[in-house]
């Protein structure tokens, strides 16, 4: 395989190695053609932010976990990239909150519908909603293949945790009055910006720290955690995303650039 050709001290390796998890869920039929541009746009907002979990994201995955412990009917939505990039991570956090599985594409086939659920029920997951029949239930206003959800998961869910959205979905979702919690490298997006938290990090990193935090938070009391959710404030989290941007990109506009 392409990746035994990276070599360790590769300053790139990192990146070219998600890069290559996408590849190998594109082999698998996981990943659309599409996924792997989204990823790109993805690779190009995480070099902005400095490849690294910022507070704005941190204090994002707290109230994210928050707003998941208290829910009655957590859900997390899974595409294609995110099925690729955190299959283990996705069933262990539905794990410690407690929350549904549901499979949802923008670019919805059967057979995907059903690799992604194989996909995680080998890494674990006793339940996959979103495949086949079970997504009989629709989304009013919403005309992608995405509008299919299942009616025990994202139809009766009062939180969803849609990583890598499309803002179309996260609209007609906050519409039926449900709290989405988006992840998502680029705080411009209409995702980013419709969703009740989004956290502006790179789903690698954030899905394993979203489990650690929750393993820690989960001892918190409910008055506490509705303390956490009541306090945050998107907007300016979003704000916070733009003014690291700006002033790591005004600093390396002072440095020397050029490495020889
Ligand atoms: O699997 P499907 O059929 O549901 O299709 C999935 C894609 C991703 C193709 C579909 O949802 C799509 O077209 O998404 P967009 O509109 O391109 O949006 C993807 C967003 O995710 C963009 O804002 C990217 O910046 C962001 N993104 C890409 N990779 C990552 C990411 N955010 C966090 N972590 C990433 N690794």
């Excluded at 009655?72 to 939505?77: D, F, G």
């Excluded at 899905?207 to 008055?223: G, N």
Aim: aromatic content about 4%; glycine content about 6%.
């Amino acid at each position: 395989m392409f990746t035994l050709w990276i070599p360790p001290s590769h300053p790139r390796r990192e990146s070219l190695l998600i890069r290559e998890r996408l590849v190998e869920g594109f082999k698998r039929g996981l990943v659309v053609p599409e996924g792997l541009i989204a990823h790109g746009r993805g690779e190009c907002f995480d070099y902005l932010i400095g490849e690294s979990t910022q507070p704005f994201a941190h204090r994002a995955i707290e109230a994210a976990i928050a707003a998941l412990l208290l829910a009655k009917h957590p859900v997390i939505s899974v595409n294609g990239n995110t099925a690729a990039l955190v299959p283990g991570e996705i069933v262990e956090l539905a794990r410690e909150v407690n929350a549904k599985i549901e499979v949802n594409l923008f670019y919805r086939t059967r057979e995907r519908e059903e690799a992604i659920a194989k996909w995680l029920r080998e890494h674990g997951a006793l339940e996959v909603l979103g495949v086949g029949e079970d997504a009989s239930a629709t989304i009013p206003e919403l005309f992608s293949e995405r509008r299919r959800v299942s009616p025990r998961g994202i139809l009766i869910a009062d939180v969803v945790l849609v990583p890598l959205e499309d803002g179309d979905r996260t609209e007609a979702l906050r519409k039926m009055g449900k709290t989405v919690i988006a992840i998502d490298l680029n705080p411009l997006s209409r995702t980013a910006r419709a969703a009740n938290i989004t956290i502006v990090d790179n789903v690698v990193r954030a899905l394993p720290l979203m489990v650690e935090r929750t393993r820690e938070m989960k001892k918190a009391s409910k008055s506490d955690l509705e303390h956490i959710l009541r306090s945050y404030d998107n907007n300016k989290v979003l704000q916070e995303a733009l003014r690291h941007i700006l002033s790591r990109l005004s600093e390396l506009s002072q440095t020397k650039l050029t490495l020889l």
